[in-house]
């Protein structure tokens, strides 16, 4: 158990004491960020040499790794490679560290990074959804040049752990490392060519790392590379559209529950769809982003009839700035082991409403009292799909009310071309692409979606779309180009004749 959790035992004890008499805080609560970034980076230098070892043996093998072209610009970047929506069921970002000394920036100029860190690093929001699944994507086409994989993935403290990975030759002296990877998820192998959007995993928490997350770094002839472009990092973006970043706080995730909570981050703590009158407390949990400094909380419970309960004086987290967090408070609620119905409660962080939530409070709970998930629509990101980019089919829903019993919510994918299925995954990210590889100009791309809590389906939604043609000509594009260049020459020639027999006469 960490001690940052349990060092708000004192606060919890302070609280039960301020509170109304209607309300009992029990000592019992806490959270934080329980982990640390660590010393030696997401890679160790000897996994770095390990895989350096590798990249050797595939150059001894099946020749000489990719170097960079003075007369091809590189690939851009159409998409981030971990299924989910960035700053919403992804989080807590960590760029690379651009400062070259003991100090700290990354390409916004604020600490989204760790000193000396050479990737992205990109959260999921618990274990729960690396059981389900959050696969991990080629950024870009390439040939798979290193793998490693059967090493454990719940790994939750730094002990020098082996990770599993991939990591491909993206061209033009790029390199793609793709870290702590889900045991036994790796589907592809040495030398195989892939395309951008092609499954390469499963997002977890091998090797070194404290919860599951993915580490993709770029590094360009041997350099680390930073795609994002900003005050702190000049020159051109290697995103064709840049990701914006949301440094805002918000909650990515949340849960009522009357069971206990005994584990810490990275297990997505319990959830309940009903409280009974007999339960002696209610827990209330939630992870979130962007805390500031010395932020304060404050819970009120709503009763059936709209009239609030106090939950207690405003209360210090004692924090610094963290870029994400998870806390659990126990209450025992007089009036909650009386009147039944449909309450709320409200979460203030620093004043401001955060969330209402709604809780069942019933005489007894019923056996398997389960709602479905809530309906979701989907969209395409970006909304006009071309030939030879990566498209996101996201899930439009609320990340804390997708489910009303707080179940972690799971989607199934399927992905049509022209009507033939060409790809079908249930994951746990609120977003899924399909491989460039699959799909051309003019075909007619279709993504269905289905939210299940595992027991129940939700209602689900269907989108789709006419491919575009590519943005930069092909191969098979010539022809176009070609009666375009023609069509412009003729337009040349009948401009000259029309302005000859206009020339003014002399
Ligand atoms: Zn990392």
């Not at 070194?208 to 973006?237: D, I, K, Q």
């Not at 290697?238 to 990275?266: C, K, M, V």
């Not at 979701?376 to 489910?403: H, K």
Request: charged share 20%; aromatic share 12%; with cysteine.
């Amino acid at each position: 158990m960490s001690g940052a959790r349990w060092n708000r035992r004192a606060e919890a004890l302070l609280l039960l004491a301020l509170c109304a008499t209607t309300v009992q805080a029990q000592p019992l609560g806490g959270g934080g960020p329980v982990r640390l970034d660590p010393p030696d980076g997401c890679i160790p230098p000897g996994q770095r040499l390990f895989a350096r070892g590798l990249l050797d043996q595939y150059e001894a093998k099946f020749g000489r790794l990719s170097e960079p072209s003075a007369n091809r610009a590189p690939q851009l970047l159409s998409f981030f490679p971990l299924a989910g929506r960035p700053t919403r069921d992804l989080f807590r970002f960590n760029y690379v560290d651009l400062d070259p000394g003991a100090g700290l920036h990354e390409w916004g100029c604020t600490q989204y990074t760790y000193d000396g860190h050479t990737g992205h690093d990109t959260d999921i929001r618990s274990f729960a959804e690396q059981v389900i699944g959050v696969p991990v994507f080629s950024a870009l086409s390439g040939v798979v040049v290193a793998t490693h994989d059967g090493e454990d993935d719940m790994n939750t403290v730094w002990a020098g752990q082996p990770a599993n990975f991939v990591i491909i030759d993206h061209g033009d002296g790029r390199e793609g490392w793709y870290w702590h990877l889900r045991k036994d998820s790796v589907i592809v192998t040495l030398g195989e060519s892939v395309a951008a959007g092609q499954q390469i995993g499963h997002c977890a928490s091998s090797g070194v790392s404290t919860g599951p997350h993915l580490h993709f770094e770029m590094r360009v002839n041997g350099e680390v590379y930073e795609p994002y472009a900003g005050p702190c990092r000049s020159g051109a973006s290697g995103w064709l559209n840049q990701i914006p970043f949301n440094r805002e706080a918000y909650l990515h995730d949340f849960g009522i529950t009357y069971q206990n909570i005994s584990a810490s981050w990275p297990v997505r703590w319990p959830n309940s769809g009903q409280i009974a009158l007999s339960d002696p407390v209610i827990r209330v949990w939630f992870f979130g982003t962007a805390l500031p400094a010395n932020s304060t909380w404050t819970v009120k419970f709503i009763r059936p009839d709209g009239s609030a309960v106090f939950g207690g004086n405003a209360q210090y987290f004692g924090n610094p700035f963290w870029s994400w967090f998870n806390w659990w408070w126990t209450y025992d609620v007089a009036d909650m082991h009386t009147i039944t119905g449909t309450w709320h409660v409200q979460l203030y962080i620093n004043g401001a409403l955060m969330i209402e939530a709604p809780v069942e409070v019933r005489t007894t709970r019923t056996a398997d009292f389960n709602r479905p998930p809530e309906p979701i629509s989907v969209a395409f990101l970006p909304s006009g799909i071309r030939e030879g980019e990566v498209p996101t089919c996201v899930v439009e829903t609320s990340l804390t009310f997708d489910d009303f019993d707080y179940d972690l919510v799971r989607y199934e994918y399927v992905w049509t071309v022209n009507g033939e299925e060409a790809r079908r995954v249930i994951s746990a990210a609120h977003g899924d692409v399909l491989a460039t590889d699959l799909f051309r100009s003019g075909d007619l791309l279709e993504c269905s979606v289905k939210p299940s809590d595992g027991i129940l389906t939700g209602r689900g939604d269907v989108i789709s779309a006419v491919v575009g043609a590519p943005r930069i000509p092909t191969l098979s594009d010539w022809g176009v180009v070609v009666m375009a260049l023609l069509l412009a020459t003729v337009g040349v020639v009948l401009v000259r004749r029309v302005r000859l027999s206009h020339r003014p006469s002399t």
